[in-house]
């Protein structure tokens, strides 16, 4: 009994199955007791007004012609039925009786139709007073009407049953065709590993729940691939930077176990060397940090900032910091809601490479300007600019243009500004022009932040 249980809980199709059996059964069994009960009543309201007609029709051949005599047959067969059985008493006495009674003699009743059990079968019987002394009794046995009914049953249960049978069968089939899809989703469900990412379930068939579910499916899988692709190339790139000062510190400081140490001139090198690849390391493993503080959503201490004081200080320092670039700024009071210490990191970033990757005796500028809802701060320079085909990886961790040029960088600057931008509700966006220089726009919302709903259009 529970291993039967426990086979119906396992499984939707079994279950809705006999879920929509047991309805269809119901309704059937419902309707045939309709049936039986109607054919029922009909067939009893059809004999009682057989008698009723059966006596009236005595009574008025007696009426009409008064001289026709009791004993007459052809007044009971005024009952016009031979399914009828007749009796006729003139003052207490049987005077004629049907033929069809034979030696059967009925019991008296004075009174409307009722049901009896007479010699085993059940019977309608009905006698009454019809005037003279005359007492007349009809009686109609059922046997025929019960055994109409009786088929009848038979009929519609086997009906039933076949209906039932034939409902469960089919509606098996079919649910379990429809749900086909659901066991081959946690097939492939359970083969997808973190190896086997690259794995889809196949859509096919119409465009119906099971179908949504295997494409939503497939959506995550494309997200969880892209997250787990990108956390190994975020991990195979963050060591192989790691790895190059790493070396460099290696073999300085095998070449001082062996015999460095007692030359100066190497001595001096190898401390100078070995403490640059330890800054540059220092460096790395601070943004990494930086990063994954940025990326875990801290809470950021949002105040009313005026956008042209922190671009003043930050030109003016750029400018102080670069000495063959000149760094100019245009800015107007606009204010945001920004964390101070993480926008300034941000916009340096951007300095950063505006001076890194600019020409010999180049430019740099700084403008800010409202649009829309939006403070933009546009830096400009006239630098080495960026090819087309590089703009859409710009912002990817650890990206750099031209990986084999010379550079200071990690590639984590830009990666670093856009998710400071995108924790102040704002947006990075760039344009550039290969040899020309390149402009990146940061977009703010201006302070006071607005109300969702209320200030939304405006
Ligand atoms: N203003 C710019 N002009 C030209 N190239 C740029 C500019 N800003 C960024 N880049 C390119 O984008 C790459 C990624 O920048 P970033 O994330 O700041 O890394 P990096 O640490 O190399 O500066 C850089 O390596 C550089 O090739
Ligand atoms: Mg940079």
Excluded at 338 to 356: F, G, P, Q, S, T
Aim: charge should be neutral.
């Amino acid at each position: 009994m529970k291993r039967l249980k426990d086979y119906i809980g396992s499984s939707i199709g079994i279950r809705l199955t006999l879920y929509y059996c047991a309805i269809l059964l119901t309704t059937l069994v419902l309707c045939g007791l309709v049936v039986i009960f109607g054919m029922n009543f009909a067939l009893t309201k059809e004999a009682n007004s057989k008698m009723n007609l059966a006596i009236s029709n005595i009574q008025n051949s007696l009426e009409t012609e008064g001289k026709i005599s009791l004993n007459d047959p052809e007044l009971v067969d005024q009952a016009g039925s031979l399914e009828l059985w007749v009796e006729i008493y003139k003052d207490g006495e049987l005077i004629s009786k049907s033929p069809n009674l034979g030696n059967i003699n009925l019991p008296y009743y004075n009174g409307p139709v009722k049901s009896i059990l007479l010699k085993g079968q059940e019977v309608l019987i009905s006698g009454k007073d019809i005037g003279d002394g005359v007492f007349v009794e009809v009686a109609h046995p059922l046997k025929r009407e019960k055994h109409f009914l009786a088929v009848l049953s038979g009929l519609l249960i086997f009906l039933m049953m076949g209906a039932t049978l034939f409902a469960m069968v089919s509606g098996y089939i079919s649910v379990t065709n429809t749900l086909k899809p659901l066991a081959i989703l946690t097939r492939k469900v359970k083969e997808i590993n973190t190896g086997k990412l690259d794995e889809r379930i196949p859509l096919s068939g119409p465009k119906d729940e099971l179908y949504l579910l295997a494409q939503a499916f497939n959506e995550m899988l494309e997200r969880l691939e892209k997250g787990f692709r990108s956390q190994q190339e975020f991990v195979a790139a963050a060591s192989h930077d790691l790895r190059t000062p790493l070396a460099v510190i290696k073999s300085y400081t095998d070449l001082l176990k062996r015999w460095g140490k007692d030359d100066k001139k190497i001595l001096e090198e190898s401390i100078q060397t070995i403490a640059g690849a330890t800054q540059r390391m220092e460096r790395l493993v601070n943004d990494l940090l930086f990063l994954a503080r940025v990326e875990s959503k801290p809470r950021l201490n949002f105040v009313k900032l005026n956008i042209r004081e922190l671009i003043e200080e930050i030109a003016k320092e750029a400018q102080a910091l670069s000495q063959n670039i000149s760094v100019t700024f245009t800015s107007c009071d606009l204010f945001v809601n920004a964390d101070e210490d993480y926008l300034r990191r941000a916009l340096w970033a951007l300095v950063d490479n505006a001076i890194k990757y600019n020409k010999e005796n180049g430019e740099v500028k700084i403008i800010s300007r409202q649009e829309g809802n939006f403070a933009v701060i546009d830096i400009i320079d006239s630098g080495i600019g960026i090819k087309e085909e590089a703009l859409p990886r710009l912002f990817e961790k650890f990206y750099r243009v031209d990986s084999s040029r010379q550079s200071t960088g990690f590639g984590l600057g830009l990666a670093l500004s856009k998710e400071i931008i995108l924790l102040h509700q704002g947006n990075i966006k760039v344009t550039s022009k290969y040899k020309e220089g390149s402009t990146f726009s940061v977009y703010l919302p201006i302070y006071p932040p607005a109300i969702k709903g209320k200030n939304a259009s405006r």
